[in-house]
T-cell receptor, first 119, second 115 residues
Framework: GAGVSQSPSNKVTEKGKDVELRCDPI?????LYWYRQSLGQGLEFLIY????????KSGLPSDRFSAERTGGSVSTLTIQRTQQEDSAVYLC?????????????????FGAGSRLTVL | AQTVTQSQPEMSVQEAETVTLSCTYD???????LFWYKQPPSRQMILVIR??????QNATENRFSVNFQKAAKSFSLKISDSQLGDAAMYFC????????????FGKGITLSVRP
């Protein structure tokens, strides 16, 4: 697609429920990132996928958080047993492989984010 | 680990005036990239400008320019002829030149533009 697409745009859920957030990166981009932005805060790195390499999960805050990327394209971020502190905007970004020589290889293009509210 | 610091949480500028947003970073690496992203109320993060650390020349994009001081690890953004549409949160970010590296962000600064 022309840009990074995220769904849902907004999600309200009850504490304890599971949620899934979807990211559809730019076609051909091999790198995909998830970030979390809490109210008034900067962007907190969650997880990074690069091609078929093992993902960098170092930013996931707890084992309730997981993400997968199927077929090297669409990614789903899953939060199990949601807590109120999980309320935030979840941003996805993609880029060509760094060092690939592709135009914009070192630039991340972001989606509009999914706002999660846990009641 | 790399860190990015934006010490000013808010700034205000008069329309048509010039404003400078500060950013410092900490790294032991010699090759990296620096970015400024803009986030308007729509939440969409938009790339404003980028700088490769190996380039001595400061990057410029129309009304936006940077002052990159590698030795001081400083990377400030200057917005000239400020416009109402420049009002947004601005984030400074760092990325290592390594093949597998994430973008590390500062906490951001909220810029308001007075008409």
């Amino acid at each position: 697609g022309a840009g990074v697409s995220q769904s849902p745009s907004n999600k309200v859920t009850e504490k304890g429920k599971d949620v899934e957030l979807r990211c559809d990166p730019i076609s051909g981009h091999t790198a995909l990132y998830w970030y979390r932005q809490s109210l008034g805060q900067g962007l907190e790195f969650l997880i990074y996928f690069q091609g078929n390499s093992a993902p960098d999960k170092s930013g996931l805050p707890s084992d309730r958080f997981s993400a997968e990327r199927t077929g090297g394209s669409v990614s789903t971020l899953t939060i199990q047993r949601t807590q109120q502190e999980d309320s935030a905007v979840y941003l996805c970004a993609s880029s060509p492989r760094l060092g690939s020589g592709a135009s914009g290889a070192n630039v991340l293009t972001f989606g509009a984010g999914s706002r999660l509210t846990v009641l | 680990a790399q860190t990015v610091t934006q010490s000013q949480p808010e700034m205000s500028v008069q329309e048509a005036e010039t404003v400078t947003l500060s950013c410092t970073y900490d790294t032991s690496e010699s090759d990296y990239y620096l970015f400024w992203y803009k986030q308007p109320p729509s939440r969409q993060m938009i790339l404003v400008i980028r700088q490769e650390a190996y380039k001595q020349q400061n990057a410029t994009e129309n009304r936006f320019s940077v002052n990159f001081q590698k030795a001081a690890k400083s990377f400030s953004l200057k917005i000239s002829d400020s416009q109402l549409g420049d009002a947004a949160m601005y984030f400074c970010a760092y990325r290592s030149a390594g093949a597998n590296s994430k973008l590390t962000f500062g906490k951001g600064i909220t810029l308001s533009v007075r008409p």
